[in-house]
């Protein structure tokens, strides 16, 4: 069983919002980065959001502006406000967690994107 379990995945219509949330079953350190990315079919895994320590938080391109990456250190959690979806965003969307060489990661969420 995954240490990092997500939810808030779905179904939404262009221009719409989805919010993921991610928990970890066990303890973690908030100086550890933390976030997720998405695979695509067909395409390669590929960074969306990760954040350290609360302030320092990295984006992908593709997604600066329109989602949101923050932590709860005192939840072991992490979460991605998705605003302004549009098709190409739709994905598996993975939880991950870097401690030193080794990353965690979730089981996976399908966001999908379509009128």
């Known amino acids: 069983q995954s240490p990092l379990v997500e939810s808030g995945g779905g179904l939404v219509q262009p221009g719409g919002s989805l919010s993921l949330s991610c928990v970890a079953s066990?303890?973690?350190?908030?100086?550890?980065?933390m976030g997720w990315y998405r695979q695509a079919p067909g395409k390669q895994r590929e960074l969306v959001a990760d954040?350290?320590?609360?302030?320092?938080?990295n984006y992908s391109d593709s997604v600066k502006g329109r989602f949101t990456i923050s932590r709860d250190s005192s939840k072991n959690a992490v979460y991605l406000q998705m605003n302004s979806l549009k098709p190409e965003d739709t994905a598996v969307y993975f939880c991950?967690?870097?401690?030193?060489?080794?990353?965690?990661w979730g089981q996976g969420t399908q966001v999908t994107v379509s009128s």
């Open positions: 991950y967690y870097r401690h030193g060489s080794i990353v965690y």
């Open positions: 066990g303890r973690i350190f908030s100086q550890n980065p």
């Open positions: 954040i350290i320590s609360s302030v320092r938080k």
